[in-house]
């Protein structure tokens, strides 16, 4: 199994029976993976979110890295801090879209920013990737640091979102 690790975390990417847990039954998942149990719990936007990332990956579990849920978790914890994901594989243009997520316990110390430092340079890495794209509300002004700590530009935006890219 593939995972990514940082001094302090480790990326673990869920196959469908891991990622139906994390969405279903968080507990189970911890004893899955010999985590700790988690104290925190998925609201309903992001369990939305999850569930549509496992009909992406059970309609191409070939590519399943690039489209589930990558749990970080905090090895001196022993458990889940929060998740990154990729929103399917590159595009024509070399873009891949990452979402992620920190549990409200776990933020201000961080973690997101050296998870995606991490995530970017992997992807970076992988053929026919050249952009590694994040998209946030315009109100999330925490998310905004974590991207230009991480060396994110922005470059794009909407009514209700900053783009911001990674090369």
Same mark, same amino acid.
């Given at each position: ?6 001094? %302090? ?8 029976? *891991? ?33 549509? %990332? ?22 001196? /914890? ?61 109100? *999330? ?7 230009? /700590? ?5 470059? /794009? ?7 911001? %890219?990674?090369?």
């Amino acid at each position: 199994m593939i995972a990514l690790n940082t001094e %302090r975390l480790t990326l673990i990417p869920l196959n469908a029976d *891991n990622l139906k847990l994390l969405i279903d039954h968080q507990n189970g998942l911890a004893a899955a993976l010999s985590l700790s149990n988690s104290e925190v719990f998925l609201d309903e936007e992001l369990r939305h979110a999850l569930k549509f %990332r496992l009909s992406k990956l059970l309609a191409d579990e070939h590519n399943y890295l690039w489209h589930t849920n990558w749990l970080i978790v905090s090895k001196e /914890k022993n458990c889940t801090v929060g998740g990154i994901m990729m929103k399917g594989l590159p595009n024509d243009k070399g873009e891949v879209v990452i979402g992620y997520y920190t549990f409200v316990p776990y933020q201000g110390n961080g973690y997101m920013t050296e998870t995606i430092n991490t995530m970017k340079n992997w992807l970076l890495s992988q053929p026919d990737v050249m952009f590694v794209i994040a998209d946030t509300e315009k109100d *999330n002004l925490a998310s905004h640091k974590v991207l230009e /700590k991480a060396g994110a530009q922005l470059f /794009k935006e909407t009514e209700e979102l900053y783009f911001w %890219r990674f090369f």
